[in-house]
């Protein structure tokens, strides 16, 4: 049967799309030989979780941007692996499914359906052989399985923690899920609780976590938010002794300032506070640790001008001055952060500064910095008031300060990280059980390999309660079970996982989605992974992909993967708005992309959506645009239809066809989409102008098309008599004499430092050059988040940006 389309056919894009959908089904154009493939480029997209609304157009401009990056490389010869999955577990499924009366696991196939059928419906180029879902056992036995290995390691354990707990949600919540003490998800004021709760070890690979983002290709706003999030601090370990002999160890990234330390401040929960209260003054301590517990986390961190303490009626001495000072507990210091107690400086820290005002304390300054009044917390200062030290800098005076007091036992130098160890436990019910089981003999035990997967039963009464116990220990028929290394009887661990370690492994599961034995085919890995180009939003620039390169770096080092970092290429795409606001269900302007897909096709709102603005900074959603798209379709079709046999080619046609090859395949690369578009939009408008419109001129034009109208593509490649599908076809190649005819080549400078070189037509306007020069990668480094104050331009010689 012939591919063709009938002649001077109108542009029909539901029955065309119906029809090439049907066709790459049915042809398996869209199934890689995974075993057999030449070329593996494994292209990946963040999966997105199935809410009950259906795919939203912020998912689809990720994977339209995602998908025509994978349907380029395969047209450059790849063989492009694109998979397709959903991070189904977690509180936003479970919370939905209460409210509307309704057990998750049965909402959430049919939330999965649909955005299944969506997401065939926008023409994506994904192997649905390996569809995965977190929820799915056959998924889940291996998380679980993760879980195992890390127990065994040594890198899981437990251990009573304090929390973030909303009474609403009746959950612990992660520092981030906490805005101004308040739950994200429902606005309760969230408290403090106690609770027993697994960890991973994270800690153990900061400084390796740290390291490896010199070898990333990775943006540097990426790379920042990471490193900040790490948080590595150099300095020393403190040690100020009681007259009781008590030790209390401190760390500080200040140890130049120990001369001007006049009071220690304790976590309220520090093991220390009991044997160090005074009688006349536990009444007062025991009250104000009762009222620190109604308090969450992140207020105590971050907390405001009011500070609030309680003095233990105990001393210690400063092991710089030998003075005896107060010891204080105070909310703003954190059992969970470095050694729960702080040296307190209040000369040179703000935060102790305000503190020390409002309990009448004495302030010391050690530090001068002309010009600065307290506190200053410069480090560029001379020190005074510090004995022997005085006059040196704050550098050479730290060094020789801790030697110093190391000769006594009273310092260590340290490294220190902001990074703290994963917590995975969530009291609720929807996630994947963790496998341990608790024996009054042997302890916690792991479940064994054999008995996995530890399924999540079906019960009706999922609510969670104020307890802080999962709902499943409610499930007495599942909750007892026999110890499986002794035989007596035990219990299940209740605290199902997080859903971050659901997904910190998916990218390592998609190969290898049909073996039932094994997380990941040792072959399959090998030649697939690491993920060659990852593509998603910068909402998950900081956890997610931590935690991945931490789970990561933990099974290359168990011996199971060949390499430490799964996604050494990533690319972070920018948000829609619509109309120049944030899309929001309360100011009733979210775009359902299924209405627009209806109307106008999936090639034409595909192209739209890219066309909005660069792919990595995102655009405004407008109605009135999405017009353009389709004249421009009606055109190139109408082009199509029109194509004479043969032709010869104008030297002006020419040129613009190798300008237009090599300018859409930089664009592509870079993910420039908008430009490459508007690339082909030119080079078509050249063709209409010219009169010209042979095959030599329109094929060339229907490839480079292809990623981004692939359907529209397909018909047209059909149209000009050939049998196969366009993306058995190679991208067309340019002659970079035609191309760079007519052409110059702009040096572009940032504050007089060449940064990179432009190629551009002899006479293009300033305004359009510029806005070339800010889109480039090499220039964005050094202008990203800075305002460019001037611009020099000398026509068809030089850019210089003054920032």
Not at 66 to 71: L, M, S, T, V
Request: charged fraction near 25%; charge should be neutral.
């Amino acid at each position: 049967m012939s591919n063709a389309p009938p002649p001077h056919s109108t542009y029909d894009p539901a029955a065309i799309e119906a029809k090439w959908q049907a066709r790459w089904a049915e042809r398996h154009t869209n199934e890689p030989d995974l075993d057999r493939a030449a070329r593996p480029f494994f292209n990946l997209m963040m999966f997105p979780y199935p809410s009950a609304e259906g795919l939203h157009v912020g998912n689809m401009f990720a994977f339209t941007g995602a998908d025509i990056y994978g349907r380029f490389k395969r047209l450059q010869g790849y063989d492009v692996f694109e998979p397709m999955g959903f991070d189904a577990f977690g509180i936003h499924s479970e919370n939905y499914a209460l409210s509307i009366g309704t057990n998750p696991a049965q909402l959430i196939p049919q939330n999965i359906a649909n955005f299944r059928r969506q997401l065939k419906r926008f023409g994506g180029m994904f192997d649905w052989r390996h569809e995965l879902s977190t929820t799915d056992p056959a998924y889940y036995k291996w998380t679980q399985w993760l879980f195992l290995q890390l127990f065994r390691a040594g890198l899981a354990y437990k251990k009573r923690a304090a929390v973030n707990w909303c009474p609403k949600d009746k959950t612990v919540l992660a520092n981030e899920q906490v805005i101004n003490g308040r739950c994200e998800r429902c606005d309760t004021p969230v408290e403090q609780r106690f609770l027993d709760q697994w960890f991973f070890r994270i800690t153990n690979f900061a400084e390796r976590l740290l390291q490896n983002l010199d070898n990333l290709d990775w943006s540097s706003s990426t790379v920042s938010l990471q490193r900040n999030w790490i948080g590595r601090s150099e300095g020393a370990e403190l040690v100020f002794e009681t007259p009781g002999g008590r030790k209390i160890t401190v760390f500080t990234t200040r140890p130049d300032t120990v001369f001007g330390a006049t009071y220690l401040v304790l976590a309220p929960e520090h093991p220390l506070v009991e044997d160090l209260i005074a009688v006349e003054q536990r009444t007062a301590v025991k009250a104000y640790q009762r009222e620190v517990q109604t308090k969450d986390v992140v207020s105590r961190r971050v907390g405001d001008k009011t500070k609030t303490g309680v003095f233990l009626g105990s001393y210690a001495r400063n092991p710089a001055t030998g003075e005896a000072i107060p010891i204080w507990i105070a909310d703003y210091v954190l059992m969970e952060y470095g050694t729960g107690a702080i040296m307190a400086v209040p000369a040179h820290d703000k935060r102790d500064f305000e503190f020390a005002t409002q309990f009448q304390l004495a302030i010391r300054q050690v530090v001068k910095v002309e010009g600065e009044s307290l506190p200053s917390v410069s480090e560029d200062g001379t020190l005074v008031n510090s004995g022997a030290f005085d006059g040196l800098s704050c550098k050479d005076g730290a060094k020789r300060i801790v030697t110093w007091l190391a000769e006594r036992g009273m310092a260590t130098a340290r490294v220190q990280y902001r990074l703290h160890d994963w917590c995975i436990s969530r009291q609720r019910y929807w996630g994947p059980p963790i496998p341990i089981i608790y024996c009054e003999r042997c302890g916690p035990v792991g479940v064994p390999e054999r008995d996995l997967p530890v399924e999540l039963p079906f019960i009706e009464d999922f609510r969670p309660d104020d307890t802080g116990v999962s709902p499943l220990a409610r499930h007495k028929e599942w909750y007892f079970v026999k110890c499986p290394d002794c035989g007596g009887e035990g219990r299940r661990e209740t605290d199902v996982s997080d859903t971050f370690l659901d997904s910190s492994w998916y990218y390592l599961r998609y190969p290898s989605t049909e073996f039932a034995d094994r997380p990941f085919d040792p072959a399959r890995t090998k030649k697939w992974l690491p993920v060659t180009t990852y593509i998603g939003g910068n909402e998950h620039a900081v956890l997610h992909l931590l935690y991945s390169r931490f789970i990561s770096m933990v099974l290359k080092d168990l011996g199971h993967i060949h390499f430490e970092e799964p996604f050494p290429k990533l690319r972070a795409h920018g948000l829609i708005v619509k109309d120049g606001s944030k899309m929001s269900k309360s100011r009733g302007n979210v775009v359902v992309p299924d209405t627009y897909i209806q109307q106008w096709g999936a090639d034409t709102f595909r192209m739209y959506l890219m066309f909005l603005g660069p792919f990595q900074e995102g655009g405004d959603f407008r109605e009135t645009g999405i017009v353009g798209i389709r004249r421009f379709l009606d055109k190139v079709w109408q082009l199509a239809h029109d194509t004479a046999p043969a032709g010869k080619l104008t030297p002006e046609v020419e040129r613009k066809l190798h300008q237009t090859i090599r300018k859409v395949g930089a664009d592509t690369e870079s993910l420039n989409y908008n430009t490459a578009i508007a690339a082909m939009m030119e080079y078509v408008n050249e063709l209409r102008e010219q009169g010209a419109g042979s095959k030599e001129h329109v094929e060339p034009l229907v490839i480079m098309l292809a990623p981004y109208a692939p359907h529209f593509a397909e018909e047209l490649w059909a149209l000009l008599g050939n049998d196969t599908s366009v993306f058995a076809a190679r991208w067309p190649a340019h002659d970079e004499r035609l191309a760079t005819a007519g052409d110059v080549e702009i040096p572009v400078q940032v504050n007089g430092k060449l940064r990179t070189r432009l190629t551009v037509r002899r006479g293009l306007p300033e305004d359009a050059v510029v806005a070339l020069a800010l889109a480039d990668e090499a220039v964005k480094k050094f202008v990203d988040g800075k305002k460019v104050r001037k611009v020099i331009y000398v026509q068809d010689r030089l850019v210089n940006l003054v920032v």
